[in-house]
């Protein structure tokens, strides 16, 4: 494990799974060597990553890492960089569960708070307990604004003792985001306890294959749309690729839907 810089408690400025080792780059920044040009002089690509895991070592972080290492790997490929920021909840637990009783969060978790609502993207992983997300990772999302993720791209990922939880992603944490007004992508990632054993073959559809198929689609997205969320209507499809069904700037009058259907 690469040595950490004294920081926020609970954020980390770099995604650095077991056994990996840092290269001599700024911290928390990441891309191709001697970038140069418009891609080389363009701001780096914030990429923020929610971890939920309990344990330490934990699953979940490892999987939140190697989900960032393989965005920042797409991302590099074209000559952007990507500044990775992991907010691992497990340390911020206590302030959690001090904001939801007295509405006043501490210095870190308005840190962690803001650095979620400030990202291009984000990687949200989390273990599964009961068919669904955990306490801990529903309750830090519960803090954030509502309208603070509008826009912004999302990529779901979690982890559980048997793929019989894989569908928690789907009808626990997709709506939640969906109320969140961030777009999810498409491709998500479940890793159970045995996607981590010899048995995990890339060529075989396995959890490296799966991992890095979602990297490459969500650093696409990213790349492809740019940063930047903006204000105007249809702001949120420019950045992202995703059309927001609940856009009121984009969704056709029912008054007009009605029209087409008497002239039919």
């Known amino acids: 494990m690469a040595e950490q810089t004294p920081e926020t408690p609970g954020v ?17 920044t990441t891309g191709a060597p001697g970038a140069t040009g418009a891609a080389g002089a363009a701001a780096p690509v914030r990429v923020v990553a929610v971890s939920a895991g309990l344990g330490e070592p934990s699953s979940t972080r490892l999987l939140a890492d190697r989900l960032a290492e393989a965005t920042t790997r797409e991302l590099a490929a074209e000559d952007r960089k990507a500044e990775v920021t992991v907010v691992e909840l497990r340390g911020l637990a206590v302030d959690i569960a001090h904001h939801l009783v007295t509405g006043f969060p501490s210095p870190a978790l308005r840190a962690a708070l803001d650095t979620v609502t400030g990202a291009d993207g984000l990687i949200a992983v989390t273990p599964v307990f009961a068919a669904s997300y955990s306490g801990l990772f529903k309750s830090f999302f519960d803090l954030v604004d509502p309208d603070a993720l509008t826009g912004t791209p999302v990529l779901l990922a979690a982890t559980g ?42 060529y075989a559809g396995g959890l490296p294959a799966r991992i890095a198929r979602a990297g490459e689609e969500f650093a696409r997205l990213l790349r492809g749309r740019g940063c930047g969320r903006g204000d105007g209507p ?3 499809e420019a950045s992202t690729g995703v059309r927001d069904e609940y856009d009121p700037d984009t969704v056709v009058p029912f008054e007009q839907l009605l029209a087409r259907r008497t002239a039919d």
Do not use: C, I, K, Q
């Open 161 to 202: 003792g048997t793929p019989r939880h894989s569908l928690a992603v789907e009808h626990a944490m997709r709506p939640l985001f969906s109320y969140l007004r961030a777009p999810t992508l498409p491709t998500a990632v479940f890793a159970a306890t045995d996607d981590w054993g010899g048995g995990a073959d890339a």
């Open 234 to 236: 249809g702001a949120n």
């Open 12 to 28: 980390r400025g770099t995604a650095g799974g077991p056994g990996r080792t840092e290269a001599a780059v700024t911290p928390g």
